[in-house]
């Protein structure tokens, strides 16, 4: 028969999930004791990261180790190799909390700006949907005008950066205009999706 410790540790030992690499996620609300108010297991007195992916923007329930401790706007690897990892559920955006939701917009601001090369490469890449509709053109206040000033100067050479694009183009604040993009295919279900995986 088990003693009580050896159950104990085989609890513990169930709680660690493997779960692929998702890469680098940012705390959008976080619960230093959990979050659970009743009916809890023993990890649900755990500290608790609520994190969106910076890949495809993906949210996540993350059960930390004793002691962790994270600020909103923090960085977090997603990975087997964090140990302060214990597991990871994946949530929907109707599932966050009101706070998670009034931090989010911040949050994907932060995202584009640290991974400003990825929205460059869309910016240089970007093609037509269809015959009648371009990619550019989903990107809230792009219009036919922008999109002609956007195709005419990337002609001549691709953009380098933000302030390139907007010197360029006229454009000013593309990371809003990105942002509010990512944003509305978190929040609605557009008909076309540039930034999020549409199954998810």
Do not use: C
Request: no cysteine.
């Amino acid at each position: 028969m088990r003693s009580r410790d050896q159950q104990k540790k085989g609890k513990k030992r169930k709680a660690k999930s493997r779960f692929v690499d998702l890469g680098k996620g940012f705390v959008i609300d976080f619960y230093p004791q959990g979050k659970s108010l009743s009916h809890r297991r023993f990890e649900d007195y755990n500290p608790l990261a609520v994190v969106v992916t910076a890949e495809n923007f993906q949210f996540y329930d993350v059960i930390l180790a004793m002691g962790s401790r994270f600020s909103v706007g923090e960085d977090l690897l997603l990975s087997p190799r964090n140990r302060s990892i214990l597991r990871l559920v994946q949530i929907r955006y109707n599932q966050l909390s009101s706070s998670a939701q009034d931090n989010l917009p911040a949050i994907i601001k932060k995202i584009v700006m640290y991974f400003e090369a990825r929205y460059i490469k869309f910016l240089n890449q970007a093609h037509p949907l269809t015959s009648q509709m371009h990619q550019l053109q989903l990107l809230p206040g792009i219009g036919q005008k922008r999109i002609w000033s956007i195709l005419e100067a990337r002609k001549t050479n691709f953009f380098s950066s933000f302030d390139d694009f907007s010197k360029r183009t006229n454009i000013s604040d593309p990371v809003s205009i990105f942002t509010n993009r990512i944003l509305l295919e978190i929040e609605e279900s557009p008909k076309y999706y540039l930034f999020m995986n549409k199954k998810q």
